[in-house]
Nanobody, 125 residues
């Protein structure tokens, strides 16, 4: 089992940047596909980005492609989400998640086995 703790959220103006971090407990971090999801008030949780176990393959939602970058440091048991050119529509609670079962990165919510508590990102216009 792995425990996930997100950090780095906050309030930023439109056009600004934030970097989210997700620290994982345990010694098997590199065995998990990692993903970021977000949920805005009144909306369903949606996929943002995912990265495979080695960090060589990534996947993004169309809404963030070209603006967000997911990366991981297996030596530090941490996955990151660099968010640039932020828009008010990016305002949400951001969650990281770990997938231990699948072979390839994917955007399916129910593919992920472990979830953090989330970190709030608020983008003002």
């Amino acid at each position: 089992q792995v425990q996930l703790v997100e950090s780095g959220g906050g309030l930023v103006q439109a056009g600004g940047s934030l970097r989210l971090s997700c620290a994982a407990s345990g010694r098997t971090f590199s065995s998990y596909i990692m993903g970021w999801f977000r949920q805005a008030p009144g909306k369903e949780r949606e996929f943002v980005a995912a990265i495979n176990r080695s960090g060589s393959t990534t996947s993004y939602a169309d809404s963030v492609k070209g603006r967000f970058t997911i990366s991981r440091d297996n030596a530090k048991n941490t996955v990151y989400l660099q968010m640039n050119s932020l828009e008010p529509e990016d305002t949400a609670l951001y969650y990281c998640a770990a997938d231990r079962r699948n072979l390839f990165v994917n955007a399916r919510y129910n593919s992920y086995d472990y979830w953090g508590q989330g970190t709030q990102v608020t983008v003002s216009s």
